[in-house]
């Protein structure tokens, strides 16, 4: 009886699994990790290094530009300094009556300083970030991939912010684009969106972020109930803390975004350690394929 049990529930689970993979391809961990490797090789992404900046500008922009049906970049400037945030747009082809669009973000900038480190020497140095600002921009390059590919039933925005992670330097906030981004477009209402932040690790946790869980619960529920349903054990159903990140522009202006980021964050958090060998691809894949399954269940 047991096994026959264990076998009709081995069963479901596989039929599961398959039904989300028949919906839409599956992410490619491996394809999002070269992602962050290309953008650690620029060098850190960061004001002082406008070289980087303009290399890692071009190369999302270039990727993009083949995939979406929309692409701009929006410059703006905000508390003195100036940066680019890039808007991609994949419009369904069906008629989409309840007119249904979503938003995922990253930063695309990466933290100049590296404040954590126990070495005080080392504090002025930037982070690598290749977990910090890297594994964000590379989930959703490689989401862009599968859009284009298999057009969503619903319009799905991609949206990398400049200037998050300038927050606490020279009494600079945090996400300084995301803030500019829902200004500059203050028509620009999706029913939701997720930020992805920190999504790399090969311990990755996700838990319920607090902003997002009381400010979007409704979205908080939907991808912690997807979460489940893949076994993407990334996701922990445990209350995190409150956090600034691109978010909270959003919030701000009753939009109900959720924010998937790693907490506790890892030791190697805004230090010069934050490194692509921290990363693994089936963290991004368990991610990726939750926000597939967030889109392809639409419409
Ligand atoms: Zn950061």
């Keep these: 009886m047991i096994k026959i049990l264990l076998f009709v529930i081995v069963l479901a689970s596989s039929c599961i699994t398959f039904a989300d993979s028949q919906l839409h391809g599956t992410f490619d961990g491996d394809k999002a990790l070269a992602h962050i490797n290309k953008q650690v090789s ?56 309840r007119n249904q669009r979503i938003m995922f973000g990253a930063h695309w900038d990466s933290r100049p300083i590296s404040e954590q480190e126990s070495d005080s020497s080392k504090q002025h140095l930037p982070t690598p970030g290749a977990n910090d600002g890297g594994s964000g921009v590379a989930v959703l390059l490689e989401l862009a991939r599968i859009f284009a590919a298999n057009p969503p039933p619903i319009n799905v925005d991609l949206v990398f912010f400049d200037l998050e992670d ?11 684009g995301a803030r500019a981004f829902v200004k500059r477009n203050r028509f620009y209402r999706p029913s939701g969106g997720v930020i992805v932040d920190m999504v790399c690790d090969k311990n990755l946790t996700i838990p319920q972020e607090l902003y997002s869980k009381t400010q979007a619960t409704e979205l908080v529920n939907k991808l912690w109930t997807i979460a489940a349903r893949q076994k993407a054990t990334v996701f922990s159903k445990t209350q995190g803390t409150y956090i ?51 889109v392809y269940e639409s419409s």
């Design 42 to 97: 620029f060098g850190p992404r960061t004001l002082d290094n406008p070289k980087a900046k303009a290399e890692t500008l071009s190369f999302i922009r270039d990727y993009l530009q083949p995939l979406a049906t929309k692409l701009t970049v929006q410059p703006f400037s905000a508390n003195g300094i100036s940066g680019n945030n890039v808007w991609a747009s994949f419009i369904s082809p069906k008629p989409n009556t």
């Design 166 to 176: 300038m927050g606490n330097i020279d009494n600079l906030p945090f996400a300084i």
């Design 244 to 294: 600034q990140d691109d978010h909270l522009p959003f919030l701000e202006a009753n939009i109900p975004v959720v924010d998937l980021i790693h907490y506790p964050f890892p030791d190697y958090w805004h230090t010069s350690e934050d490194t692509p060998d921290k990363c693994s691809s089936d963290s991004l894949r368990q991610v990726g394929n939750v926000l597939l399954s967030l």
